[in-house]
């Protein structure tokens, strides 16, 4: 009989690859030891969705690496695997980031700091960014779209802990919180995204 992998096994999977998989390199910062995730159980609670927000823009470049030659802010290295609530890994799924750049402003012209990406065969994603900044009325986040050919599955956001706007923040939700480890100058994030599909 098939077991799911625990979240916590998928993890091993992934950081034993290196950090590898849609970026194509792997990465000292994705293999450094962060918090296990819980465990997978079947039936888990999806992930919350959210708004989208008035700055979403449709067709994004594919691209693992949103980072700007004249970006000053932290970079942030951004991981994790798109699950269902049976704990099956979803390939080939589009993750859709974008976020703010260090000014707190958004590119509504072009597509600085916007892109997408498909999962891997054990659903994992990885994209190298920047840490967002402060802007009036929201704490620090990214936003989300995974999708599949002809269904948007999530919109959210994904949030910072320690944060001090979290508190002030109508939107902020706990359960969105990544797990945070710094590698110098470079943070590691990760979250692992729960799909409403079986």
Request: charged content about 25%.
């Amino acid at each position: 009989m098939y077991e799911h992998p625990s979240r916590r096994a998928v993890l091993k999977t992934a950081l034993a690859a290196g950090g590898a998989g849609l970026t194509g390199e792997p990465t000292a910062v994705l293999a450094q030891e962060l918090p296990p995730t819980p465990a997978c159980h079947d039936g888990d609670e999806p992930s919350h969705p959210q708004i989208e927000g008035p700055f979403y823009k449709p067709r994004s470049p594919e691209r693992a690496d949103l980072l700007e030659p004249s970006a000053r802010a932290r970079v942030a290295e951004l991981s994790g695997t798109v699950l269902t609530r049976s704990c099956r890994p979803m390939p080939r799924v589009i993750v859709d980031l974008w976020h703010a750049d260090e000014k707190g402003d958004y590119d509504n012209s072009g597509f600085k700091y916007r892109g997408h990406l498909l999962t891997d065969n054990a659903g994992r994603f990885s994209f190298r960014t920047i840490v967002p900044a402060l802007y009036p009325g929201r704490t620090r986040h990214y936003h989300f779209k995974i999708i599949s050919p002809g269904r948007q599955l999530l919109t959210t956001q994904l949030y910072f802990p320690d944060e001090p706007m979290n508190a002030r923040d109508d939107l902020f939700d706990r359960a969105l919180l990544m797990q945070v480890a710094q590698a110098g100058e470079v943070m590691s994030a990760r979250f692992n995204f729960v799909i409403n599909v079986r």
